[in-house]
């Protein structure tokens, strides 16, 4: 497929720090900071209850689209994952241009202020993983894990895995309390299982 998403190389390993999973458990589990800050728990379940988000991308003519994606994170590298069809005008707007943002917002309560909804907008970078890696597998199976049904679609010839590296982030938790995040702290929170964490009520 010609285009300009990273595509890793077989068998590629993490090269980097950031790129490095946490220690993990003797039963194959990470375990998630011992001391972890009240914004860090708040982007850390927000991430986990919700499902979709608006991606945020450029087509060719430079005029920026949003699109609704369902998304799933590999913890192994802290990367969030797509399955997108080759018919998806995103998917074309990412080979062109990888450099793309996420959006991902808390269900509106007709009971609450919508200006507080707690939200982040993920800076991000899009690669496409070779089907015969092992990442291809631990991305497909983070998503499959979260969306089982999909599993008619990952046997169609124009679907396709694409990961989502996160550069940076803006993280609104509510009124007064926001911030910005970099890779590095996006990472220490992505690397880690989910948190279990009650479903949002369907509005």
Known sequence: ???????????????????????????????????????????????????????????????????????????????LVLHVSGLAAHTSHLQRQPMASLMVMQPEDPLAPVHALPRVTLAVRAHTPRPDTPEHQRCLAAYLARFALAQPMTELPDFRVVTLEPLGARHVAGFGAARSLDATQLLALLQVPPPEVPAAPHV
């Open 1 to 79: 497929m010609p285009d300009h998403l990273t595509t890793a190389a077989p068998g590629a390993a993490p090269d980097s720090p950031s790129d490095r999973a946490p220690a993990a458990a003797s039963d194959g589990t990470r375990t998630p900071p011992r001391h972890e800050s009240r914004l860090d728990t708040a982007l850390r379940c927000l991430l986990a209850r919700c499902r979709v988000g608006a991606l945020g991308t450029v087509d060719a003519h430079g005029l920026p689209s949003v699109s609704m994606v369902p998304y799933a994170i590999e913890p192994y590298r802290g990367w």
